[in-house]
């Protein structure tokens, strides 16, 4: 069936350098994008999200950028810190009423001081 | 502001044994309801969800069973636990056209 899964399972960086996460999905009719952190034990925390009509949205010291021709999501973060060191996940839904968020399988991030 | 309970944070079964875990959401109404597993270094398993009272979608066939019983109530219930059952099992709720908001999950082991 049709997934979102993560290019790798793991990542690892220095402290300080920037990080960037990938994603590939193949539900064409997705439009809601939303990357997740989840630290050990703890259940996923929203980091920030972008829907279909967009190629790129900012936060802090996260841009997430889509690129819908080759359905491909990706999570960038800035200055990477210890505190960074996750698993994160994205997930995909369509953007309308009572469909679920499906989830792809993660990329758990080191980050070493 | 939204609050989403789960409850109990762990729980130790033998296999056989039926199950009930409990999500509440405050502060909203009828919510989308969501009932996630996933196991030792995973991915997120969608099990089961709800669009409104007594409406259930379940996406894996599989030991489990769900109910909505209120519109901010959401049971994940099994009446014989395998050992396959041991998980993490997270309880999510979203508005419509928004992120999920999770609970902080129930580990589940089966012995």
């Known amino acids: 069936g049709e997934n979102v899964g993560l290019h790798l399972p793991t990542l690892s960086v220095q402290e300080g350098d920037n990080s960037i996460i990938n994603c590939a999905y193949s539900n064409s009719a997705s439009d809601y994008f939303i990357w997740y952190k989840q630290e050990s034990g703890k259940g996923p925390q929203f980091i920030i999200d972008i829907r279909s009509n967009m190629d790129k949205r900012q936060g802090q010291r996260v841009t997430v950028l889509l690129n819908k021709t080759v359905k491909h999501l990706s999570l960038q973060i800035a200055a990477t810190q210890p505190g960074d060191s996750a698993v994160y996940f994205c997930a995909e839904k369509r953007d309308q009423a009572g469909t679920a968020l499906i989830f792809g399988k993660g990329t758990t991030l080191s980050v070493s001081s | 502001s939204q609050t989403i309970h789960q409850w109990p944070a762990t729980l130790v079964q033998p296999v056989g044994s039926p199950l009930s875990l409990e999500c509440t959401v405050e502060?909203?109404?009828?919510?989308?309801l969501y009932w996630y597993r996933q196991a030792a270094g995973r991915g997120l398993q969608l099990l089961f969800y709800?669009?409104?009272?007594?409406?259930i979608s379940s996406e894996v066939p599989q030991n489990l069973s769900a109910s909505r019983p209120q519109d901010r109530q959401f049971i994940l219930s099994s009446k014989k636990l395998l050992l396959s059952d041991s998980g993490f099992y997270l309880c999510?709720?979203?508005?419509?056209?928004?992120?999920?908001?999770f609970g902080q999950g129930t580990r589940l082991t089966v012995v």
């Open positions: 502060g909203t109404s009828n919510p989308n």
């Open positions: 709800s669009v409104g009272i007594g409406q």
């Open positions: 999510a709720w979203t508005p419509d056209r928004a992120e999920a908001f």
